[in-house]
C-alpha cells in the first residue's frame, strides 16, 4: 500500500483547498478512504471517509465546509476545503479506513501527508 498526499498550502482564514491522495498498492475502488489530520502532540483527529458506494461521511468540524470525493478511474482520493480556519492547521493524511481506528491499520503505509496552515 503507497498513499502520497498532496496540495496543501499556506491560506489565509476564509481560502480553500484541494487535496489529492494517490493511492496504489491495493484494490482503490473497493475500499472505504478516510481523511484524518494531526497537529504536534495530539493523536490524529478523523475528518471524513467516502464508501466504495459513494456515500459521505464528515466530522463535527468538517461538515458543510469540506466535500470528500474519489476519481477510482485514477485511483485518487480529495478533499475539498473551503472557509478555512485556523484551527484547521495539521498535517493530513489519508488511509483506507472509515474512522482513525481503520486508518491505523495501514499506518506504515501512510504517506508522509501535507500541511495545511490557515492563517488569521
Known amino acids: 500500500v503507497e498513499l502520497v498526499e498532496s496540495g496543501g498550502g499556506l491560506v489565509q482564514s476564509g481560502g480553500s483547498l484541494r487535496l489529492s491522495c494517490e493511492a496504489s498498492?491495493?484494490?482503490?475502488?473497493?475500499?472505504?478512504m478516510s481523511w484524518a489530520r494531526q497537529v504536534p502532540g495530539k493523536e490524529p483527529e478523523w475528518v471524513s471517509c467516502i464508501y466504495n458506494d459513494g456515500r459521505t461521511f464528515y466530522s463535527d468540524s468538517a461538515i458543510g465546509r469540506f466535500t470528500v470525493s474519489r476519481n477510482n478511474a485514477k485511483n485518487t482520493l480529495y478533499l475539498e476545503m473551503k472557509n478555512l480556519k485556523p484551527e484547521d492547521t495539521a498535517v493530513y493524511y489519508c488511509?483506507?479506513?472509515?474512522?482513525?481506528?481503520?486508518?491505523?491499520?495501514?499506518?506504515?503505509?501512510w504517506g508522509q501527508g501535507t500541511q495545511v496552515t490557515v492563517s488569521s
Open positions: 488511509a483506507p479506513g472509515v474512522n482513525v481506528a481503520t486508518m491505523r491499520i495501514f499506518a506504515s503505509s
Open positions: 498498492g491495493f484494490q482503490f475502488s473497493t475500499a472505504a
